[in-house]
């Protein structure tokens, strides 16, 4: 299945946009120059100079994932960007430091570079349908917001690209990824096993922070099939329940 890409000029939110076209065929696509509300995880904004990078919501049915599984879905869209972005990297030492900061961002060393919102229609047991929303630095060289560590693909290797086929290269990836996984068929555990070797900061001991808490350090142990992280300090933690202090 190839992606039905539209690209817009502006909107406010590209998966603002998809939400209104539920019933269109699975790997529909809204792309857009510019998004004047554009999506962050936890609530933010998402900082994007028009026409420099790429901005687009996918529509996905992943029907062999049940609702209770969903962040296997989370982990092959972000595992298909993150794949993009290495072989994007790939004649540059910095294809070894792509990275999946837990849950879904993609980073180049400590660097963002990517980010990740993925929104799932539930129905009973079963994912209805889902829209994942996806920001990708690409030809952008000076941010202005107060993100702390955004990146881009011409910051790292000063090369400026062509969007429309990354995106369709993108876009074709994520689809791929999740068509052909099959979450009753024992691929999960290869899955997640994919997801940990690509965990940033998976290896030692690094600080966080509970909101509102003190820094502390502590190891990631492991990532439950509920998505929760787990740290060496014997805590489970749900997203927005703890913090990678940078």
């Known amino acids: ?18 939400a209104s076209r539920t019933d269109a065929p699975t790997g529909t696509v809204v792309a857009a120059h510019t998004q004047s509300a554009g999506r962050g995880q936890r609530g933010n904004t998402w900082e994007s100079e028009p026409g420099a990078n790429l901005t687009f919501s996918i529509l996905l049915r992943p029907e062999s994932i049940p609702a209770a599984r969903q962040f296997e879905l989370s982990m092959l869209v972000a595992l298909a960007v993150a794949r993009t972005v290495r ?11 792509v990275a999946v900061k837990w849950p879904n961002d993609i980073y180049v060393g400590n660097r963002k570079i990517a980010g990740i919102l993925i929104e799932n229609a539930l129905c009973g047991p079963c994912i209805g349908h889902s829209i994942a ?17 955004p990146v881009s693909l011409a910051n790292i290797d000063g090369r400026r690209r062509q969007l429309s086929p990354l995106l369709y290269r993108l876009c074709h990836e994520i689809l791929h990824a999740v068509e052909n996984y099959n979450a009753a068929d024992g691929q999960a555990a290869a899955l997640r096993d994919e997801y940990l070797s690509l965990m940033w900061r998976r290896d030692g001991v690094h600080p966080f922070r509970e909101p509102g808490g003190d820094i502390f350090e502590a190891a990631i142990e492991t990532v439950l099939p509920d998505g929760r992280l787990c740290l060496s300090n014997g805590k489970a933690y749900a997203f927005k329940e703890i913090i990678a202090v940078l």
């Open 1 to 18: 299945m190839s992606p039905i890409i539209e690209i817009l000029s502006e909107c406010t939110s590209t998966s603002a946009v998809l």
């Open 87 to 97: 072989s994007e990297l790939a004649d540059t030492p910095h294809a070894s430091e």
């Open 133 to 149: 929303g996806v920001g990708l630095n690409v030809n952008q060289t000076v941010f202005l917001s107060e993100a702390p560590n």
